[in-house]
């Protein structure tokens, strides 16, 4: 058995910005050490729920873990080049085959291309076309999980240019269907199975739309 962490770690960051303070210091005497932390929900690795893109859906803490805890399948997509259209035959010849139901994992190894705390890992990345998105839902995972920002209008975000909700495809086709979205994971390049146990479970968070999740993948298990 080997584990394998797929987590961002939590850190500044340009895009999101995270304040974190620490109170107390051991080695003066304080009784504890405390840290504190502000930060999005939607930030580093996190778990979309359905209330993110659509009106009125469940919340974060109605995830059942059933979705983000399960078998996965790992498509090998590391040849995948920047700014690179990632289609349906490109998922098909990467797919290694597996059940309904499955976690399906998409591993571009993009955090080894591109820098994730640079502006580059987000304007300069592979994305997944409307057709990818419809092909994934078609499999009927219960979630997805990527390496990479999947939806092109992510990457304009930046600069704060709005698209209509249906160009965020796997946000609109995928979290419609009751697909969870697994986002930014990292470290795929260290995984060496095609098969694996993922865990990506969120943080409880009443009435969020999404959480952080410490996701990790455990090998030799399936």
């Not at 640079?118 to 999980?145: G, Q």
């Not at 260290?190 to 409880?204: E, G, I, T």
Request: charged share 25%.
């Amino acid at each position: 058995m080997r584990i394998v962490d797929l987590s961002m770690p939590v850190r500044e960051h340009f895009r999101w910005q995270p304040q974190i303070s620490v109170k107390g210091d051991k080695s003066a005497g304080d009784q504890f050490r405390v840290t504190r932390l502000s930060t999005t929900c939607h930030g580093f690795t996190h778990v979309d729920a359905q209330a993110h893109f659509i009106a009125g859906a469940p919340t974060i803490e109605a995830t059942p873990l059933e979705q983000v805890v399960g078998p996965a399948r790992v498509f090998d997509l590391s040849d995948v080049g920047p700014d690179e259209e990632i289609t349906p035959a490109r998922l098909a010849a990467a797919d290694p085959g597996g059940a309904e139901g499955d976690i399906l994992l998409l591993a571009t190894q993009w955090d080894l291309k591109r820098d994730a705390g640079t502006r580059a890992f987000w304007t300069e990345a592979p994305w997944l076309n409307r057709a990818a998105a419809e092909w994934i839902a078609a499999l009927r995972p219960r979630a997805l999980a990527v390496d990479f920002p999947q939806d092109y209008p992510i990457r304009l975000l930046l600069d704060g240019i709005a698209v209509p909700d249906e160009e965020h495809v796997t946000h609109d086709v995928l979290l419609r269907q009751g697909v969870t979205l697994i986002e930014y994971i990292a470290n795929t390049a260290a995984l060496s199975a095609s098969r694996v146990l993922l865990s990506a479970a969120p943080l409880k968070i009443e009435n969020a739309d999404g959480a952080p999740a410490r996701a990790y993948a455990i090998e030799g298990l399936l």
